[in-house]
């Protein structure tokens, strides 16, 4: 398990920053052995070991030995380790927790939950992880939960699925269920094809808004173009801007840029820097405000400073 594992992305209460690095989830085929022993190595913040949509139905079973030793026998001291189970409406998903969390639990930051509808979905998971926690003597909720956003049900009750258990760590977007839950046009994953703006704008917008409103982090979904980097760079960009943490990367080329984009830039990091250490000198010496080239810089500043100084130091930028 990573050490750098933390419950949610900032404190709900006390206004530590508490960052996670989530820039870069890598997607793994739960059933290829190969690739699941090469994700901890990966250079992804997070790899998560899938069970659903990338393992055929006559697999699914045998794919749960594949992930489970690949959690147990990786060095997942770099990076996050999860899994991603099969959707509560299927008949696989009870003995994914069961048999993957029972053998390797040590080694799980958190699961990916699949097609979460309504807040149901998170409750009826979570009270399932309790039970094996228990039975396997695992401390009770250190494995979080990330849940995807898939559909328009889930888009209308995401606020309550944010805050349907204390494991939540964050909420990602699901484009390619999404586009066919709503009956949206085209067949690219990710894509938004000749949309005059940014196709997913407000699928994004809800979802950061509901998810950090509960201290959570937002995970943008795939790009299935692997062969265009700089669609998938602008598409990084388009989900930053919007308040994402992080992109799944399909391919290991899109790592890197996932990580690059979604990382402070330094010149920023450096300004926040200075913003941070001059308000902190303003507030010793009594004043409410201060000056940082030429920008007047109050608490609010100050407090958008702070975060990005300490994501800035997450990933290795300042």
Not at 9 to 15: A, D, K, L, N, Q
Request: hydrophobic residues 35%.
């Amino acid at each position: 398990m990573s050490e750098q594992s933390t419950r949610t992305s900032e404190s709900r209460t006390s206004g530590d920053i508490q960052p996670t690095m989530r820039r870069s989830q890598l997607a793994t085929p739960g059933s290829d052995e190969t690739m699941v022993r090469k994700a901890p190595d990966s250079g992804a913040d997070e790899a998560f070991l899938d069970l659903e949509d990338a393992v055929a139905p006559g697999e699914k079973v045998d794919a749960r030995e594949t992930v489970i030793e690949g959690l147990r026998d990786g060095d997942w001291s770099e990076t996050r380790a999860c899994f991603r189970m099969n959707g509560v409406d299927t008949e696989w998903w009870y003995d994914d927790v069961i048999e993957v969390v029972g053998a390797a639990g040590e080694s799980v930051d958190t699961i990916m939950v699949p097609m979460c509808h309504d807040d149901s979905t998170v409750r009826t998971v979570d009270n399932l992880l309790t039970q094996v926690e228990a039975n396997e003597g695992l401390p009770e909720g250190e494995i979080g939960l990330q849940c995807q956003i898939e559909s328009a049900a889930g888009m209308t009750n995401v606020a309550e699925i944010a805050r349907a258990s204390d494991r939540m760590e964050s909420l990602v977007f699901g484009p390619g269920d999404y586009t066919a839950s709503v009956g949206a046009a085209g067949l690219t994953i990710g894509s938004g094809g000749d949309y005059p703006g940014h196709y997913w704008h407000y699928q994004l917008a809800r979802i950061a808004h509901a998810a950090k409103a509960e201290g959570l982090q937002v995970i943008d979904g795939p790009y299935a173009e692997i062969e265009d980097p700089e669609g998938f760079r602008e598409s990084c960009r388009n989900a930053s801007l919007l308040g994402c943490d992080g992109k799944w990367a399909i391919h290991p080329s899109q790592i890197e840029i996932a990580n690059e984009t979604f990382a402070p830039d330094p010149e920023e990091a450096e300004r926040a820097q200075r913003i941070v250490d001059a308000y902190a000198e303003a507030t010793a010496a009594g004043k409410g405000a201060v000056s940082v080239d030429g920008e007047m810089v109050d608490e609010a500043t100050n407090k958008m400073a702070r975060r990005l100084v300490a994501r800035a130091e997450a990933a290795g930028v300042l």
